[in-house]
């Protein structure tokens, strides 16, 4: 592992009667700078934090003790439930954002990410299907981390799940009823006015190309793949 920094952030409580760790959640800073995004971090008026930040250098922080409950999520939902900080860790991933001129994730930074996240899902039972990015767990408030984060490295390593894509595209017009049952059982939170900003994020996560909302064949066709690896998953 990257040498580990130490920043107690005073923003953390209990985690309840969850008492389990099983998801994790990556998240970008959306800032200018990665010391902005540590003072805000681990001020207290702010009321946020996460469990680690990695700078694009590779610099490795540690905000919160594992075992507390940080304030990352916020409002979210995944697999119908939704106090997630309760039962989640939380790793910012030093990065502007799409506010302040998005970028794509060093090599640095990315290996320490990978390291992070096979280091706690050794040590914590969080599932494949249960690694997620913060736009996935709020399609409707959250882009983070973005069309530009290497999602399919870090499944290559055996964090999280990313299906190599299919040149076939489904027969006939897409589904709209077919694509929110997909999303559903991917883990989405489906609600008729949740439905351009889930399948947004579903395609900044699996179809990076192109992030429009709108359910084209191509998007169709890779949220059938994208469930049926969720589903091989879940059943071993």
């Not at 930040?53 to 939902?77: M, Y």
């Amino acid at each position: 592992m990257t040498a580990l920094r130490e920043r107690a952030s005073p923003n953390h409580d209990g985690r309840g009667a969850a008492m389990r760790i099983d998801m994790l959640v990556l998240h970008y800073t959306g800032m200018t700078s990665a010391a902005a995004a540590l003072e805000r971090l681990c001020d207290a008026a702010a009321r946020v934090s996460a469990h680690y930040l990695v700078e694009e250098d590779g610099v490795l922080w540690r905000l919160v003790a594992e075992d507390r409950r940080a304030w990352h999520a916020g409002i979210s939902h995944w697999q119908g439930e939704s106090d997630l900080n309760a039962v989640s860790l939380g790793i910012e991933i030093v990065n502007p954002g799409h506010e302040w001129g998005y970028r794509p994730f060093p090599p640095p930074q990315m290996d320490t990410v990978e390291r992070l996240c096979l280091d706690l899902l050794r040590r914590h039972p969080i599932p494949p299907w249960r690694v997620v990015g913060h736009s996935d767990i709020a399609p409707d408030r959250k882009t983070d981390p973005g069309e530009l984060f290497d999602w399919p490295r870090l499944a290559r390593s055996g964090v999280g799940i990313w299906p190599e894509p299919t040149r076939a595209l489904a027969a006939g017009p897409p589904s709209r009823d077919q694509a929110a049952a997909d999303l559903a059982a991917i883990g989405y939170r489906i609600a008729p006015d949740l439905e351009a900003a889930a399948l947004t994020a579903f395609q900044r996560r699996f179809r990076p190309a192109l992030c429009d909302g709108a359910l084209d064949p191509e998007t169709a066709t890779r949220l059938a793949e994208v469930r049926r690896a969720y589903d091989r998953a879940r059943i071993g």
